[in-house]
């Protein structure tokens, strides 16, 4: 393999989840009072952490959104991945050649703890992921866009951030990888791959991955 450290997006890269997450995001910011569509919330906050949508409404309006909004959308949203969440195409494929070979991997995701936790028992990929392979914003101050989630991932695994490549769908995620110093393949899955300009390589389905590791 090319790299010593694979670290994988979780929602949209992993689990099937972006289609879910924004659908009820953006019915969630309608029903109070900030109209938004589908489209709207994977533009602007698919690949945020929760301060970053409470800090553009705010920007935006000049209004807080609720101090339980982080709760209450969590609960919708778990209730939906129970429901309907599935792991993306070929993911599990990939961990597990990844895990025959012995290279390591780990997810770093701007979801908490739990949401991950939730998603990869829903779409069950929980087997490929033991504590000490789940980073989230919450472990750092800042989300993506961002460096730190991605380089405390890489220092928690013992990698040096040159011999780590991004697996990411998000615009913020790609910056991110770059301003760590890291090499970052863009999943074309959801996102225009004029959005992700920023990545060494884009493919669009996660079968190809393994090709573009070795």
Request: net charge negative; hydrophobic share 45%.
């Amino acid at each position: 393999m090319r790299y010593d450290l694979v670290i994988f997006d979780n929602d949209g890269v992993l689990v099937d989840s972006e289609p879910i997450s924004n659908r009820l995001l953006a019915e969630y910011l309608t029903e109070l009072g900030h109209p938004t569509s589908y489209e709207d919330s994977i533009r602007d906050y698919m690949g945020s952490a929760m301060h970053r949508i409470h800090d553009l409404i705010e920007e935006r309006t000049g209004r807080r959104l609720p101090a339980d909004f982080d709760d209450v959308f969590h609960t919708r949203v778990f209730a939906a991945f129970e429901r309907e969440l599935k792991a993306v195409d070929g993911a599990a494929d990939v961990l597990a050649r990844l895990a025959g070979d012995g290279v390591p991997y780990c997810v770093a995701s701007s979801g908490s703890h739990e949401r991950i936790r939730v998603g990869h028992r829903a779409a069950g990929l929980d087997r490929w992921f033991e504590d000490g392979r789940i980073f989230s914003s919450q472990d750092v101050g800042q989300g993506k866009p961002a460096p730190d989630l991605f380089l405390y991932a890489a220092e928690r695994m013992g990698v040096v951030p040159e011999r780590c490549v991004v697996v990411e769908d998000s615009p913020l995620g790609v910056q991110a990888a770059v301003a760590a110093g890291m090499d970052v393949f863009g999943f074309t899955a959801m996102t225009p791959a004029r959005r992700l300009a920023g990545a060494d390589q884009l493919f669009s389905g996660m079968r190809e991955l393994v090709g573009l590791l070795v």
